[in-house]
Nanobody, 125 residues
């Protein structure tokens, strides 16, 4: 499985951005595709996930109501729409997937073997 992320940038607080994560390879084995982020000096943390079959979504508390994850099966692409960005959202964002991930471990970064390259978001105040 290969994951290609895109869409980062430098924005101001309150702005919006949309990330894309294009998946290729054995994507049919993936139950969930997720986004994580890593701020400077911090551990990589869960942001959002979408169940590829059925479309159920899951969010970290810190982004609920501001971020929305969605998927386009025809394009094998997952999107992360980020609204009302805050300086604390500044981080490198990664998409991730693994066939072993289930709902109970969807937020556990250690469960994922396949990662896209990171894409930087910097939010200025």
């Amino acid at each position: 499985v290969q994951l290609q992320a895109s869409g980062g940038g430098l924005v101001q607080a309150g702005d919006s951005l949309r990330f894309s994560c294009a998946a290729s390879g054995d994507t049919f084995r993936m139950r969930y595709i997720s986004w994580f982020r890593q701020a400077p000096g911090k551990e990589r943390s869960f942001v959002a996930a979408i169940k590829w079959s059925g479309g159920s979504t899951f969010y970290a508390d810190s982004v609920k109501g501001r971020f929305a994850i969605s998927g386009d099966k025809a394009k094998n692409t997952v999107y992360l729409q980020m609204n009302n960005l805050r300086p604390e959202d500044t981080a490198v964002y990664y998409c991730a997937a693994d066939p072993s991930v289930i709902q109970s471990n969807v937020a556990n970064r250690s469960a994922y073997r396949y990662w896209g390259q990171g894409t930087q978001v910097t939010v200025s105040s």
